[in-house]
């Protein structure tokens, strides 16, 4: 894929790229200035982050917060945004509104001074520190993005520090501070200028050079420090932290080519191998097979200066412990780094990485940003036409040995966010879900406790399944009228005593509970069972056996269901009959169901459960 570029520079430094597409009636304008968190000094960190923030206060001829008055009320978009080397500022508008975006832009880049007061640094600098809170402090793993560089990079290198900053050292910033910063850095000479979309080219340049062409060249920018790295870290580096995450994390770093390079690219691959999407390795491996992960990614930081940093970050799942995901991730780099790669691999990763650059290519905005990047590293946007083809040259043995120099132990720098209170040794998960079954347990015996209170004042002995003969004698003591309580556990909706009334069970505390189930304030739908099919469904959701019921006559059958009838103004009903009992369920029901009705007296049959199976418990 080929896109259209052309380039200027005017007389104050500014260059300019213009690339014209009229597929859609949209243009996107895009300037990146060479300036970042490396180029602060000690003791003012995240002062080009703040310094973007005052660049959308107004300016001379812009109100504060008018610069997205008037873009937003055009149709378009706009933000922008701090990197370690580089800060840009971008709008998408409708093409008519072309000239709208760059007087905003050659606005706040000529005249930003005289709008500038302390009141809109304080109120920026409360907005950044309240950003620091929000997406870092407070925010789940959100402090590795000053974690990581610090631990890969020295601590005299210009990537070491913060990208956001301290909040000491934001609260020290003053407007003298500010003055300086944008007489060096914020410069015609030291920006780029990407136009993308739909314009005329010779429109375009009249209109950069009428709004930008004022603007002053600037007196230069003091020079970075020296930022070459060794090729390795040296060492295996790593740092655990404790954090009110509830899954670990694993950020593993390797020092790499710098963005550019032929090496790079290798890297690069490599890097979209082990992590890009669902085929690769991680997520095939850890995600899938292993299931230790629930997600696997790699990524690259794009440095130009010094070293680049290649990046795996897997999140845990939550059975796997920190130990285990760490041990999973170094395995899987210890066996491509042993191993090597495949055609294969290599053939899916370069297609997934130029689809990727492809599509982007399609966006007026994404397009405008890589002409800017490539302008204002390299001072050639036409590099972005050439990508796929440096992709598509890397080779398998360029990519194996990037493995073997790069990914050996030396060079891995590990930050893992483990669970706080993991890290202090405080309950796990499993204790938890331990304590979690000993509640349970203990509302239980509560529960049996409150039932046992209940059938006190009824003078109501709690009879269970087991006790067969005990069952049989408390009928004989009530005559023939159920007076003792069938206890199979589970939930009570309510029990009937002698005078027929419903009567509510209560909590232990006294306290009555709501009502359950079933249709007009009953039990459920198996509470009043008078076809054998409900027998049968019940008994296949208990597994007593196929769930068939025994069959009876129907006199037999009808028997049965008028003596129930009139028990069921006691505590149990007999065996086929009605069940009505104090906490009865649809165990209950389908257990005194499942007895076989071999006669009119059927009272004299009942069901047991004895090892796992049914068997009738008769009475002589």
């Not at 299931?291 to 930081?301: D, G, I, K, M, R």
Request: hydrophobic share 35%.
């Amino acid at each position: 894929m080929q896109i259209p570029i052309e380039t200027f520079r005017l007389d104050n430094g500014l260059f300019v790229t213009l690339s014209e597409d009229h597929t859609a009636p949209i243009v996107a304008v895009n300037l990146w200035y060479h300036v970042g968190s490396a180029n602060e000094r000690s003791g003012r960190t995240g002062f080009a982050h703040l310094f973007e923030h005052m660049l959308f206060q107004g300016s001379a001829s812009v109100g504060a917060n008018e610069h997205f008055e008037l873009v937003q009320r055009a149709g378009g978009t706009l933000n922008g945004s701090t990197w370690l080397d580089r800060t840009n500022y971008y709008e998408t508008v409708p093409s008519n509104q072309l000239e709208l975006a760059l007087w905003l832009e050659a606005n706040r880049m000529g005249y930003l001074l005289p709008a500038m007061t302390q009141q809109k640094l304080d109120t920026q600098r409360d907005v950044v520190q309240n950003e620091r809170r929000w997406s870092m402090d407070n925010q789940p793993y959100g402090s590795w993005w000053e974690r990581l560089p610090a631990l890969c990079f020295p601590p005299t290198h210009p990537f070491h520090h913060s990208l956001i900053g301290s909040m000491r050292d934001l609260d020290e910033a003053s407007l003298e501070d500010i003055e300086r910063f944008f007489t060096t850095y914020y410069t015609p000479d030291n920006a780029v200028l990407s136009i993308a979309g739909d314009f005329d080219r010779e429109e375009a340049r009249r209109l950069v050079e009428r709004h930008f062409g004022p603007i002053p060249r600037g007196g230069g920018k003091p020079p970075l420090p020296d930022m070459s790295l060794p090729a390795t870290l040296g060492g295996p580096l790593r740092e655990v932290v404790p954090d009110d995450v509830v899954l670990s994390r694993l950020f593993l770093a390797f020092r790499s080519p710098v963005f550019g390079s032929d090496e790079y690219y290798a890297a690069s691959v490599c890097g979209a191998i082990l992590g890009l999407k669902k085929g690769s390795r991680l997520h095939r491996r850890l995600v899938r097979e292993q299931q230790v992960a629930a997600e696997a990614q790699s990524f690259t930081y794009d440095l130009t200066k010094g070293s680049d940093l290649l990046v795996l970050d897997v999140t845990a799942r939550p059975e796997a412990t920190p130990d285990q995901l760490e041990r999973a991730v170094h395995h899987e780099v210890d066996r491509m780094r042993d191993e090597g790669v495949s055609e294969d691999e290599m053939a899916r990763a370069v297609t997934l990485i130029q689809t990727e650059l492809v599509v982007s290519l399609q966006s007026a905005g994404d397009r405008a940003d890589k002409l800017s990047l490539f302008a204002t590293y390299f001072g050639d946007p036409s590099l972005v036409n050439e990508q796929a083809d440096r992709y598509r040259a890397v080779t398998v043995e360029q990519v194996n040995a990037f493995a073997r120099s790069r990914l050996g132990v030396d060079n891995r720098a590990s930050l893992l966010y483990v669970p706080r209170d993991a890290a202090v040794g405080a309950p796990t998960r499993s204790w938890r879900r331990r304590a979690h079954h000993e509640q349970r347990n203990a509302r239980e015996h509560t529960d049996t406790a409150a039932r046992a209170h209940d059938a006190e004042e009824l003078s109501l002995p709690i009879i269970r399944p087991s006790d067969t003969d005990e069952w049989h004698a408390a009928r004989r003591r009530a005559g023939g009228k159920t007076a003792a309580r069938l206890d199979l556990g589970g939930d009570r909706c309510g029990s009937e005593d002698g005078t027929g009334r419903r009567r509510r069970s209560r909590g232990a505390d006294g306290s009555a509970p709501a009502r359950r189930g079933g249709r007009n304030g009953r039990c459920g739908p198996d509470r009043s069972l008078r076809t054998h099919r409900h027998v049968g469904r019940s008994a296949r959701r208990l597994g007593l056996g196929d769930g068939h019921a025994h069959r009876s006559s129907g006199a037999s059958a009808r028997g049965v269901d008028a003596r129930a009838r009139s028990a069921a103004r006691a505590r149990v009903s007999a065996a086929g009959g009605r069940a009505a009992q104090g906490r009865t369920t649809r165990r209950t029901v389908a257990a005194s169901r499942r007895a076989r009705v071999s006669c009119r007296r059927a009272v004299r049959t009942c069901p047991v459960r004895t090892n796992g199976s049914l068997r009738d418990a008769s009475r002589r």
